[in-house]
């Protein structure tokens, strides 16, 4: 499973290469990679192409003028794209459930043929579920999906904010459990106002470093 994710900008970038693959192309040129993206200087490409480098997407090839060469044309590793929406509360309800499909990264395919339905992955903030194996940073698979069985751990959306907890239905109320031996984390115990938004499918520990891409200022309206 290849675990670093790409931002919106750089899936762009690399959905143009695999576009060159797919089609029996030669890599493209810096200008013409600066053509389709809509830049100003083959610099911003340039920086591009170092994170998705370093971030295990490609190698290039020194001294050649076509020198690109992708690592998982079509999934050659077994893998599909999932998009990253924003981040979920393990601690309390402070965070909005919203789409900001701000990030992409690369996920087993077995684990969503066999999962079924749609699938996104969620950054996790806090530390009331790391008895879970779920601590801030780290990126939780969620399947869509309203159904779910006491014991599941769920997405659950409360007044229109999202948090991640293991479920409990019992005399007509709904438990949210943290799973922390921390005593200041409680179980926020509900009626029937509030939806499973999934169930966990897994975790997927954060990355120990992230590459970030340096991209000029003066670039950023282009996008």
């Given at each position: ?33 600066r053509l389709r993206l809509a830049c100003k200087s083959l610099r911003t490409v340039t ?75 969620v950054r996790a903030i806090g530390d009331s579920m790391n008895d879970a194996g779920i ?89």
């Open positions: 499973m290849h675990i670093t994710p790409l931002t919106f900008k750089q899936k762009c970038v690399l959905d143009i290469l695999r576009d060159f693959e797919r089609q029996g192309l030669e890599s493209p040129t810096l200008k013409q990679l920086q591009y192409l170092d994170v998705l480098e370093r971030k295990g997407y490609l190698v290039r090839h020194p001294g050649m003028k076509r020198n690109i060469e992708l690592r998982n044309v079509d999934g050659a590793w077994g893998t599909v794209s999932i998009p990253v929406v924003a981040n979920v509360g393990c601690d309390d309800l402070s965070l909005f459930a919203q789409q900001n499909y701000d990030e992409f990264m690369e996920v087993d395919k077995q684990i969503v043929e066999d999962a079924g339905g749609d699938i996104v992955a601590n801030t940073g780290d990126y939780v698979l969620i399947r869509f999906t309203e159904q779910a069985e006491n014991g599941d751990r769920v997405a659950a959306i409360v007044n229109d904010m999202v948090t991640v907890k293991r479920l409990e239905r019992r005399d007509g109320m709904t438990i949210l459990w943290p799973e922390s031996k921390d005593p200041k984390f409680k179980p926020i115990i509900l009626r029937e106002n509030f939806k499973i938004a999934g169930k966990v499918l897994c975790v997927i520990p954060a990355p120990q470093m992230e590459v970030t891409e340096v991209v000029p200022l003066q670039e950023e309206s282009e996008w």
